[in-house]
C-alpha cells in the first residue's frame, strides 16, 4: 500500500514539475481578451512572437492563431487555408503555372479587414504575395534560395 501511494504522490510531483516547466507566460489581459472573444476554444497553447502574444488553438476543427498586445488588443487571427478556400477572383487572378508552386496560403483577419498571403517557391526564389480585402495580387516580398 505504501508503495502505491509513493507511486501516484511520485507521478503527481512529476507531472506537476513538468507542467510548470512547460507554461508559457503570456499577458493576463491578452488571456482575458481570447476567453472573451473565443470561449469555446479548445487545446489552446500560448508563446510571445516579438512584442505579441499568440494564441494558438482548435475552433469548430480548425487551426487557427490569434495575436494580442501586451495590453490585450486584438491584432488579428490566421489559418492557413488550401487554394479552393481562397476566392474565386483571388484564384483566377494567380498565373495558371504559379499554383503549382504554391507552398502555404495564410488568411488574416484584423479589425481593418482580411488580407491571404501567398508563398510561392519557384527558380531558387520564394515570393510572397499579398491580397488585401480581396483586391488583386501584389508583390510583398522576394527572398532568394542563395
Do not use: C, R
Amino acid at each position: 500500500m505504501k508503495q502505491i501511494i509513493l507511486a501516484i504522490t511520485m507521478s503527481i510531483s512529476s507531472f506537476i514539475m513538468t507542467a510548470s516547466a512547460n507554461e508559457i507566460k503570456s499577458s493576463p489581459l491578452a488571456v482575458s481578451s481570447f476567453e472573451n472573444s473565443f470561449p469555446t476554444a479548445a487545446d489552446i497553447m500560448w508563446k510571445e512572437v516579438g512584442d505579441f502574444y499568440q494564441a494558438t488553438f482548435v475552433l469548430d476543427g480548425q487551426i487557427l492563431s490569434a495575436f494580442y498586445s501586451e495590453a490585450g488588443d486584438f491584432i488579428a487571427v490566421t489559418k492557413n487555408i488550401s487554394f479552393f478556400d481562397l476566392p474565386l477572383n483571388l484564384q483566377l487572378n494567380l498565373k495558371k503555372d504559379d499554383t503549382s508552386w504554391i507552398k502555404d496560403i495564410i488568411s488574416v483577419s484584423t479589425t481593418s479587414g482580411n488580407a491571404y498571403y501567398l508563398q510561392i517557391e519557384k527558380a531558387g526564389s520564394t515570393m510572397i504575395y499579398k491580397s488585401f480585402n480581396n483586391k488583386k495580387w501584389v508583390l510583398h516580398s522576394v527572398n532568394d534560395k542563395f
